[in-house]
């Protein structure tokens, strides 16, 4: 048991860095950002004005505005769903990844139970969790030590300790569904159905106050039982923890239970378009058919948040008109923007939709990615194909499921353009089309690891790629750091499509990236040895 224990925490040091950094580092930074973009009483006091005048229209996927004049108070709002998402991100890849280890099936033939083999894993990703929600609380503390400047800036320990606890029950919570699913549906299905919760709760939560049906959504995920918890805001809910972590782990329960008693690999057969026999001719048409069924999940998940978001479009335009205070702040922050569309709505949450993209390219790498390791590779190449043909054909067919993501996520927004009554329903819909090409210009990215250095690098590269380009993208305007740091972010660079506004360099650049990183990986997989 000590020895699965030991291989798992192994495994996982990868991602126990990038938690570190990404939890523990930004929690320190933004902190730091803070105290120095807004280092006097008045500018606090004006951007607490501004955050409490808002309301759900841009504030519906922050949480809510409760000492946003203080700095832990400011890192709560704008912050606070940023790292519960990455937190619960990485728990539901991690904890899905526990039934396709590479060593899985040898385990299971040796005299160590599955049970032991499941509790022993989870118990060393669990280990990793604990590791960085402390480096959480630790950045919080020492970010409120190190930055305070104004009365109420000081982060208490205990206000630390309520954020790194609660980053650790909603992980488990979210990563304990993925966990309990993937036994019967798959890793991907499961990670799939798991991630949608995630962002679909914290839509829900957020706008529920506009829409009917978010509200009936609402009390059933997590992110509504601990909405009164803001531990750098100074409000701590202790009570309120309880519940995502009974779920969490009343679903590891009946996940190790199922996974002790079902067969490796048996997973139910879910419905599925199947491609035309001419289809899977070739490299690109099997990778295109294997990948399709991610495609679609993700394509369909984004289709429901566009057309729900889209949707409420008129009911947000109905909330401006009742309050000419919030439409004047609203202006004075994004001039000759106009919510009151499907487009201008979307426009807001960009960010959320490029993050779902980018993960969705993510996810078809990474089923692409383990050919590799499961010798698939050495048997194509013992057909009449080149290497280079490999990863050139392999990208093509990937590019293929991005274009399904796509066409479906814009129907999606169509549907909910013209359920809300709007007159634009192209121009919002063909804006959709942004989020392929950043979906594009990631698989480049992805394509070029796996071809350079090993296919199963493809998503984990192209999901800290996904990872850096929000944050960077999040972080620089709020603390208005130099332009030179926001330009790093691809997303900075693509304007407001789903307002017609596009950026042509923009555009060209993922094209090019997507481009080169195919030529990239192709390049280098015939210039290196293949690995197991």
Known sequence: MITVWSRALTDSRRGLITLLILLGGLVFAVLGGVASAYPTTAARTEIARIAESLGTASTGLTGPAVGV????????????????????????????????????????????????????TIGALLTVLTTACAAATAGAWLGGLAFARLPGDAVPFADAAGLGAWLWVMAVAFGGLAFALAPW????????????????????????????????????TPWDWTYGHL?????LDWASLVWPLLAGVLLLTAGVETFARRDLGAVLALPRVRPPAAGLRGVA???????????????SGLAVL????????????????????????FGAIFPDFDISTPGGFLQLVMQLLFVLAGFAAVSLLAGWGADEDAGRVEMLLATPVTRAALILRGGLGLLGAVAAVTALASAGVAA?????????????????G????????????????????RMSAAGTVAGIAVLVTYLIDLVAPA???????HELALTAHLGRPLVGEWNLAGVAACLILAVLGVLAGAAGLTRRDLRH
């Open 231 to 235: 531990p750098l805001a100074g409000r």
């Open 434 to 453: 942004v989020l392929g090409l950043f979906a594009v210009a990631v698989i480049g990215v992805g394509v070029a690891a796996g071809g350079l250095a």
């Open 306 to 329: 566009g057309f729900v978001l889209a949707a409420s479009s008129a009911t947000m335009a109905a909330q401006f008109t009742r309050s000419p205070g919030l439409r004047e702040s």
């Open 69 to 120: 004049g203080t700095m832990g108070g400011y890192v709560q709002w704008k912050y606070g769903t940023v790292l519960v998402m990455i937190a619960a991100s990485w728990a539901i890849l991690a904890l899905t990844r526990v039934l396709t280890g590479r060593h899985l099936d040898l385990l299971a033939a040796t005299p160590v139970g599955r049970r032991r083999i499941a509790l022993a």
């Open 285 to 299: 048409g099997r990778v295109f058919a294997e990948r399709l069924p991610a495609a679609l999940g993700w394509g």
């Open 479 to 485: 603390l208005q750091m130099p332009d030179r740091v």
């Open 416 to 432: 909910g353009a013209a359920a809300s009554g709007s007159a634009e329903i192209f121009r919002p819909a063909a804006g959709t």
């Open 185 to 220: 549906l798959g890793r991907g299905a499961a990670a799939w159905i798991a991630g949608v919760a995630l962002v679909g709760g914290l839509v829900a939560v957020g706008y529920r106050g506009v829409s009917p049906a978010l509200d009936a959504l609402a009390p059933v």
